[in-house]
């Protein structure tokens, strides 16, 4: 099985600057690279990942770092619970190589396998997601989640096929341009990713520390667009766009950037990520 090569992590540790004595929230643990990095360059780091398939790595860091690592394992529209104050909160977002590779997850249609899909233990499988939905809801779902062009259509197949594998389900979608949005738009459906993407931001500026730092590093349109738009509304000034204000923006972008050629080549699942940071103005 593959491990997960942090994307866009150069640019993530150069928004942040120094680290040395400083508390951030890796939002997004998965095999624990942002965080490795973040701690050796001297951070005190608390991780969220929903994941139960984690936990090996997270004891590891824990064991290698004490106290200064800090795991939760929840989704991290828990950090809204937190009651400290942080200088960076990171989201590395998308799936996981992990998740891709494993078969038995039921997140890639390269392999036959329970037609799960969820990224914690919790909540209900894709399949459970097809059989309690009807033919509109899946078709809201496909075009809401993967831009599927005759959702309809297969959203009445996938009722009454009622699909419990990956292969079933990728055999049920005859244009293959249609597969790999088909399984992701499932995905985000069973996890929730949007609403928790959504619910973790409205969460961040109450957790930052003035001159603290956001960075999200993105993999589809849709996560892409909440970044971009909410970054956008932080950094506006309050009041009417067309007068001059008095009242600073709460936040000023840092940068936003995308993988170097190099680093596609080296890991082409970078492709298509973007990076976006912003700062709490003092």
Not at 5 to 14: G, I, M, N, T
Not at 33 to 58: C, E, K, M, S, W
Not at 80 to 98: C, E, H, P, Q
């Amino acid at each position: 099985m593959t491990k997960h090569v942090p994307v866009l992590l150069d640019a993530v540790l150069d928004a942040l600057g120094d680290l040395r004595g400083r508390r951030v929230i890796d939002a997004t643990f998965g095999a624990g690279g942002y965080t490795r990095a973040f701690l050796n360059a001297g951070a005190i780091v608390t991780a969220f990942d929903r994941d139960p398939h984690v936990a090996a790595d997270a004891d590891a860091i824990k064991a290698e770092f004490g106290n200064r690592f800090t795991f939760i394992p929840e989704p991290f529209s828990a950090m809204g619970n937190l009651n400290d104050k942080y200088d960076a909160v990171v989201f590395d977002l998308g799936i996981s190589s992990m998740q891709i590779d494993d078969g038995a997850r039921g997140f890639s249609f390269r392999f036959d396998g329970p037609l799960d899909m969820r990224m914690s233990a919790a909540g209900i499988s894709a399949a459970e997601l097809i059989a309690s939905s009807d033919a509109s809801q899946l078709a809201k779902i496909l075009r809401d989640f993967g831009d599927v062009k005759k959702a309809m259509p297969i959203a009445r197949a996938l009722k009454d096929a009622a699909p419990t594998t990956t292969g079933a389900l990728r055999n049920l979608i005859h244009d293959p341009r249609d597969i790999a949005p088909v399984f992701q738009a499932l995905r985000i459906a069973v996890n929730d990713e949007m609403g928790e993407l959504t619910r973790a931001l409205d969460a961040v500026p109450g957790l930052l520390n003035d001159g603290g730092i956001c960075a999200c590093v993105t993999f589809h349109s849709l996560e892409d667009r909440i970044v971009k738009n909410t970054f956008r509304e932080w950094t506006t000034a309050p009041g009417d766009p067309r007068m001059p204000s008095v009242v600073a923006a709460p936040f000023k972008l840092l940068r936003a950037s995308t993988p170097s050629p190099a680093e596609v080549a080296r890991n082409p699942r970078a492709r298509s990520a973007h990076c976006r940071a912003v700062i709490k103005s003092y």
